[in-house]
């Protein structure tokens, strides 16, 4: 079975456009949040990047019924014992983020 189409968890568009320019030429049509009329944000309250991106892409794969790839990604410097880790968004703050 050929993959048509992938939907990706993201609202990023830069990210959106980097995978449509990555299965460009393949017959795959990149979907993402963007696509959807619905806003679904899914609370990212996991212990590690894989427990974040877990969680989302089933999550969001429930709601609308079908495979999902999803990420979470963050900084983690030495110098700061790992940190920011998984709070890399909000570690300047919320006005930041």
Do not use: C, H, W
Not at 33 to 59: M, P, Q, Y
Not at 68 to 88: C, M
């Amino acid at each position: 079975m050929k993959i048509q189409q992938l939907f990706i968890a993201t609202k990023n568009k830069g990210k959106v456009k980097e995978f449509a320019a990555f299965f460009e030429g393949k017959g795959i049509e990149v979907k993402s949040l963007l696509d959807l009329t619905e806003d679904i944000d899914v609370v990212e309250d996991g212990s590690t990047f894989e427990e974040n991106a877990r969680k989302k892409a089933e999550e969001i794969g429930r709601i609308i019924g079908e495979p999902v790839l999803a990420d979470d990604s963050g900084l983690e410097v030495d110098a700061l014992g790992g940190r920011p880790g998984i709070y890399s968004a909000r570690y300047a703050g919320t006005e930041k983020k």
